[in-house]
């Protein structure tokens, strides 16, 4: 302001002085005093005394270089990213978990709990999706049919003739009896009776028939409720396992973040004044940074990694079960496998890629909004209001 026309200078909502830089020093008074306690502030001391002495140059160049450092979009706000800077950033994401890591040191005793209960997390659904499978197949344990004793009887049937456990068995392929001292009118509480394999199926198929339908039932019974107590050990592991998981790592993470942002805090105090020069570190930006950048840290190295071990649990579980339960049909969906990998990858490079040009716009709207913020002040005081 010192070249301005007219410098109006107010105390307590009075006007005190008026006129030029030149005037306002030689009267003395509350100008004169604004002077002097900026000389006593720190760098510019020494050429804002030589200024209050004698004035500004004639050719202006002292006042041009504050200009510059004050300005919102001055020179150095145009400047790009040199290569040099551009090489330090890649060196500093090098190590990032492990820094990361460290930095979580004093919640290390909480890993152990947050692995297990991602473990158990990613090993909930194959065993949700076993234990729904072998409810569904138990109600069709029993089934009605004509026995070769000629009359209606409950019967089970089993794809592997060794499978069905008897003491009496009948051959339908041989019509013989396979175990001696048996008959269809003196074996016990049932028989199993072995057919041809149907189709290209390998061995024999058989069926077990029960003297009295009620026991077949009564066997239904007690898989259906074997399975239903699976279920409620199921819910409780899931609830145990959610707690380990969410909790340690929810408190790592905020941890993790609050030393971030203490850190990141303290090295931008550090910073000198020129730094704020540049449009990608004004206040606005600078704080929507601290806010949201060091929670993507908190979720690249906490949240994800107890997702990712959650997913690889989750597989190695479904494909033991899958290649034990049908390797063949097994092997046929495993073959698209790839291609969903494929198909993941470029969807996650899409979103990544659009959300760092949408970071970048919020940060700069961030930016903008504070700024219009905090400058209302100075808008309402020279009565600028539109």
């Not at 200078?9 to 008074?29: M, S, T």
């Not at 707690?243 to 971030?260: A, D, W």
Request: proline letters at 2%; one cysteine or more; hydrophobic letters at 40%.
């Amino acid at each position: 302001i010192r070249n301005a026309d007219n410098i109006i200078v107010f105390n307590q909502g009075q006007i005190a002085q008026q006129g030029r830089h030149d005037e306002l020093l030689a009267k003395g008074g509350a100008y004169q005093e604004l002077v002097a306690k900026q000389m006593q502030a720190g760098a510019g001391a020494g050429q804002a005394g030589g200024e209050a002495k004698g004035g500004a140059g004639d050719d202006g160049t002292a006042t041009k270089d504050v200009a510059i450092r004050t300005t919102s979009d001055g020179s150095k706000a145009e400047e790009g990213v040199s290569e040099e800077e551009k090489e330090a950033d890649k060196d500093a994401s090098k190590g990032l978990f492990k820094r990361a890591l460290m930095l979580n040191k004093p919640e290390w005793g909480y890993i152990p709990a947050a692995l297990l209960g991602s473990a158990m997390n990613g090993a909930l659904f194959p065993v949700l999706a076993f234990l729904l499978t072998e409810m569904l197949a138990a109600y069709f344990h029993c089934i009605e049919g004509e026995s070769p004793r000629g009359i209606r009887e409950a019967m089970t049937f089993f794809p592997r003739a060794d499978d069905c456990d008897s003491s009496c068995r009948w051959s339908n392929v041989t019509e013989s009896w396979v175990t001696a001292n048996c008959g269809w009118e003196s074996f016990g509480e049932d028989v199993c009776v072995e057919y041809e394999p149907l189709g290209d199926t390998d061995g024999l198929l058989a069926m077990r028939y029960y003297r009295q339908s009620d026991i077949c039932y009564d066997e239904m019974q007690d898989i259906v409720t074997r399975y239903s107590f699976g279920f409620v050990g199921l819910a409780v592991g899931a609830f145990v396992s959610h707690i380990l998981q969410i909790y340690s790592l929810t408190l790592m993470g905020e941890n993790l973040t609050r030393r971030l942002r203490e850190i990141t805090f303290a090295t931008i105090l550090r910073q000198e004044i020129g730094f704020f020069d540049y449009k990608e570190n004004e206040t606005g930006v600078i704080t929507n940074k601290l806010a949201k950048d060091t929670a993507y840290v908190e979720g690249a190295v906490g949240t994800t990694i107890g997702l990712a071990l959650q997913n690889i649990v989750l597989m190695v579980i479904s494909l033991v079960i899958a290649f034990i339960r049908g390797w063949m049909l097994t092997l046929i969906c495993f073959a698209t496998f790839p291609l969903m990998v494929i198909g993941q990858y470029l969807q996650m490079q899409f979103i990544s890629g659009a959300g760092g040009e949408s970071n970048k716009a919020y940060a700069k709207a961030g930016g903008v909004a504070n700024e219009a913020v905090t400058s209302i002040r100075t808008i309402a005081a020279f009565s600028a209001e539109r």
